[in-house]
């Protein structure tokens, strides 16, 4: 599922609105969502929340880290706890292979073009519809018609 670069990766840069927490990203992102559930509209004050979901060995923290908020049962949301910045979801304690991280964090966001729609049911109705796949829950869910 992975795009294919046709060159070496460039490493992709990114942080916070104040800059205190900043991070790179060697390898390219596995899969990039789009969250349309309340917790991500909630946490990031936003209509939807695009999120890179990524190889953990591949995140570096270069200055600050984040703060970890916890939001659930099964999850960890991590922010600046300088300026509030939404940066990234991860299980709690930090374990896994994978990490995610706010698509709108990164210092090139353009380059980060989710690949499909999660909790797809519960987007607002006057976010614009595209072509994209739309999963029902997480991107393991099935796919809506
Ligand atoms: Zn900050
Ligand atoms: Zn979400």
């Known amino acids: 599922m992975s795009p294919r670069p046709a060159k ?3 490493p992709l840069s990114g942080g916070c609105l104040c800059r205190a927490v900043r991070f790179v990203l060697s390898a ?8 349309h559930c309340s917790m991500c509209r909630r ?17 570096r923290w270069m200055r600050g880290r984040p703060r970890w908020y916890r939001s659930s049962a099964k999850a960890r949301r991590g922010f600046c706890g300088r300026c509030g910045s939404t940066l990234a979801y991860d299980l709690p304690g930090g374990r896994g292979p994978q990490i995610d991280l706010a698509v709108g964090a990164f210092d090139r966001a353009e380059r980060l073009a989710p ?10 109705a006057w976010v614009a519809a ?3 796949p739309r999963h029902v829950r997480g991107s393991r869910s099935p796919l809506m018609r």
């Open 28 to 35: 390219p992102p596995d899969y990039i969502s789009n969250c």
């Open 115 to 124: 690949q499909w729609h999660v909790y797809y049911p519960d987007k607002l």
């Open 43 to 59: 946490q990031s004050g936003s209509a939807c929340l695009p999120f890179a979901t990524v190889p953990r060995a591949a995140l």
């Open 130 to 132: 595209d072509r994209l």
């Open 8 to 10: 070496a990766f460039e």
